[in-house]
């Protein structure tokens, strides 16, 4: 069965922002200069998620009607085989489980909004070189033409090299069919070794990661005698899903929806985002880069003389999705408040600052700002200075900044300090799921 495009309104493009990870970082004394971070060894990893809503042409109606729906499982495109949870793997829609009625909703003007969360993935991560491997076990059924052209992709693997290059490869199996007899579906076997995707610019070590599946410029050309329709290289994002990937559908007649072949639904075909979190996940943690996660409880009876503080909270923040503002996008949220507790004799000084990592994806973290605050008083506290986003001009977090300090001399007791944070970032930004590390030291 050839793909037959058609004109459509291409749907608006959300803009959504992750998790902020909050890191945490200890010097007692004089501030350290030059120090050599640790090594981090590899980490055993249990219950990884990998989400993905395929493409927006996955979203979408074919020409007759209907739609392209997802179903947990194997799937022959039938009723009887439609569902949406099977063991590892679940299939939502605007956030909930489809029904059978309600799967196609949306589909004429490409917003279906569905995606496969595939649970309990494992295997390793190394925080130091960004490597990793992880397994996933289950089936995804993709079922195009309103069920009449279903395929299953089961057990994906996810690597990424050191070098951020990466693969989704899995196993692909389905029905053959034709224009001719489209309700005819002849089972194709099991093919191994296919690549779901190719990654770039990946880096595994944190949490987490988003990246969207190379496309745009990968060139593909139609094996001889296979009657493939030429790539379309002179449209703008023109470009291709992996070789083995396209080519296995020449059995299922589906070729034409993973190349820019010259009709009106290429700008739809592109891969969207693949998010990939292993947060809580790890088995066997070891040491990270000379940072390190951390929860620390300030005891209600502190003993004289220390100088003791916390980050209260799940040291997660969340800006949630941006606003358009003209010129720039924006997202505002504030970090988890910091306790600090000083009973030592004289009131010696002491500061907490904070510096940000670039984002995944390549984005600078020179686009986020703070306001510090002072949200209880006590230990002498005082609010550093406000940091800008650095849209327009400096350098936002990247540089170390104040977020508090006492000076000499001050009286004992406990502050909670926080800061509002401001996330700028140009209007051009692509769509999708953005993470950095804010890491917070403190001098005494």
């Not at 945490?24 to 090594?39: D, F, I, Q, W, Y």
């Not at 139609?222 to 083995?244: E, Y």
């Not at 739809?268 to 985002?273: E, N, Q, R, S, V």
Request: charged letters at 15%.
């Amino acid at each position: 069965m050839s793909h037959l495009d058609r004109s459509v309104r291409p749907p608006g493009v959300g803009r959504r922002l992750a998790t902020l990870a909050v890191a945490g970082t200890v010097v007692a004394g004089s501030l350290a200069l030059g120090a050599v971070p640790a090594s981090a060894a590899p980490q055993t990893i249990d219950g990884a998620v990998f989400e993905w809503g395929v493409s927006t042409e996955m979203q979408a109606a074919p020409p007759f009607g209907g739609c392209n729906y997802l179903s947990a499982g194997e799937s022959d495109g039938t009723q009887a085989s439609y569902q949406t949870s099977v063991g590892d793997v679940t299939v939502l829609k605007d956030g909930a489980a489809p029904t059978w009625a309600n799967k196609c909703n949306g589909a004429p003007t490409r917003a279906v909004n569905q995606k496969v969360v595939w649970s309990g993935g494992s295997g390793t991560v190394d925080p130091a070189t960004g490597e990793a491997q992880l397994s996933f076990t289950g089936q995804l059924s993709l079922n195009f033409y309103g069920g009449l052209v279903p395929f299953t992709i089961e057990d994906p693997v996810v690597t990424v090299a050191a070098d951020g290059s990466g693969q989704v490869v899995a196993t692909l199996f389905g029905y053959a069919s034709s224009m001719e007899n489209p309700t005819v579906k002849v089972p194709l076997d099991p093919v191994t070794g296919i690549v779901v995707a190719d990654l770039s610019d990946v880096n595994a070590g944190g949490t987490g990661f988003t990246v969207t599946p190379d496309y745009a410029g990968v060139e593909y050309e139609p094996p001889a005698g296979s009657g493939g329709t030429p790539q379309n290289r002179t449209v703008a994002g023109w470009g291709s899903w992996p070789d083995s990937w396209v080519d296995f559908h020449y059995e299922t007649g589906l070729t034409s929806y993973w190349y820019s072949s010259g009709g009106s639904a290429d700008p739809y075909k592109a891969p969207t985002a693949i998010t990939i979190s292993y947060d809580g996940g790890v088995v066997d943690p070891g040491p990270s880069d000379g940072e390190q996660d951390i929860t620390v409880t300030v005891p209600e009876v502190v003993e004289p003389g220390e100088f003791l503080w916390s980050i209260d909270g799940d040291q997660a923040v969340n800006l949630g999705e941006t606003t358009d503002q003209g010129t720039y996008l924006q997202a505002t949220g504030a970090i988890d408040p910091i306790s600090v507790t000083d009973t030592r004799a004289g009131g010696p000084e002491w500061s907490i600052s904070g510096q940000v990592s670039d984002f995944t994806g390549g984005l600078s973290g020179k686009y986020l700002g703070w306001s510090p605050k002072v949200l209880t008083a006590g230990a002498g506290a005082t609010a550093g200075t406000a940091v800008s986003a650095g849209i327009d001009a400096g350098n936002g977090l990247t540089e170390s900044s104040t977020l508090a300090a006492a000076s000499g001399g001050h009286a004992a007791g406990t502050a909670s300090v926080g800061a509002d944070l401001d996330l700028r970032l140009p209007a051009e930004t692509p769509a999708g799921s953005y993470t950095a590390t804010l890491t917070i030291t403190a001098l005494s």
